[in-house]
């Protein structure tokens, strides 16, 4: 079946820096690639997607691109804030109902 | 516009009572979904309904049921609640579209004593 392997955490990076999680995927078809983040007590919240292979998907600053070759969907930011703290998780979609398989979570904590 | 919205957020339970979990959705989407969150294992699905009048299983669907009542309401019901029931469940909706983005409701965190 599907599946999303992403990078384990936690995360802990002072504030400006760089930030890569790897998210890798094995699925058979095309999946839509997403990338969500949760907040402390908060639901999920989409960041950023992508549907199709070199797709790049953008929000906030963060960036990933959707890559068939390597079945990859990493996601970067190039300066980050404390306020990006939080759990981000990687997903694709697919099944009839366009179902969500989720990566395991990565925890990031921004030190100020 | 609410979005998805769920009740209650919060529930103890003791082994072997039932509860209802309720989400309901106002943004007119066809499919909706149930996950069930537990530490280290991100989020898992339990049950989904791609349509109104339809329902099916997903990953984790033992010790569950699932009520399509109408477009905006898909409930999940625990009959016997079991220890192993203890997580946060997380309801979610979708219209379609070329990427099926979901929206997710701010979650029940169960208690199973």
């Known amino acids: 079946g599907d599946s999303v392997t992403q990078m384990e955490g936690p995360v802990t990076l002072s504030e400006e820096a760089f930030l890569t999680i790897n998210c890798t995927y094995t699925?058979?078809?095309?999946?839509?690639l997403f990338w969500y983040v949760q907040y402390p007590g908060e639901g999920l919240q989409l960041l950023l997607k992508?549907?199709?292979?070199?797709d790049k998907g953008s929000n906030k600053g963060f960036e990933a691109t959707y890559r068939k070759e390597t079945t990859s969907f990493h996601l970067e930011k190039g300066s980050v804030q404390v306020s990006d703290s939080a759990v981000y998780f990687c997903?694709?979609?697919?099944?009839?109902?366009?179902?969500?398989?989720f990566g395991s979570g990565t925890q990031l904590t921004v030190l100020p | 516009n609410a979005g998805v919205t769920q009740t209650p957020k919060f529930q103890v339970l003791k082994t072997g009572q039932s509860m209802t979990l309720q989400c309901a959705q106002d943004?007119?989407?066809?499919?909706m979904y149930w996950y069930r969150q537990d530490p280290g294992m991100g989020l898992r699905l339990i049950y989904y309904?791609?349509?109104?009048?339809?329902?099916d299983k997903g990953e984790v669907p033992n010790g569950y049921n699932v009520s399509r009542l109408n477009k905006r309401e898909f409930s999940l019901r625990l009959e016997s609640a079991a220890p192993s029931q203890t997580s946060v469940y997380f309801c979610?909706?979708?219209?379609?579209?070329?990427?099926?983005?979901?929206?997710f409701g701010p979650g029940t965190r169960l208690t199973v004593t």
């Open positions: 979610a909706s979708s219209g379609g579209g070329a990427s099926y983005e979901q929206y």
């Open positions: 699925a058979t078809g095309y999946p839509s």
């Open positions: 992508a549907t199709k292979a070199d």
């Open positions: 997903a694709l979609s697919s099944g009839s109902a366009r179902q969500l398989t």
């Open positions: 943004m007119n989407h066809n499919s």
């Open positions: 309904s791609a349509s109104e009048g339809t329902t």
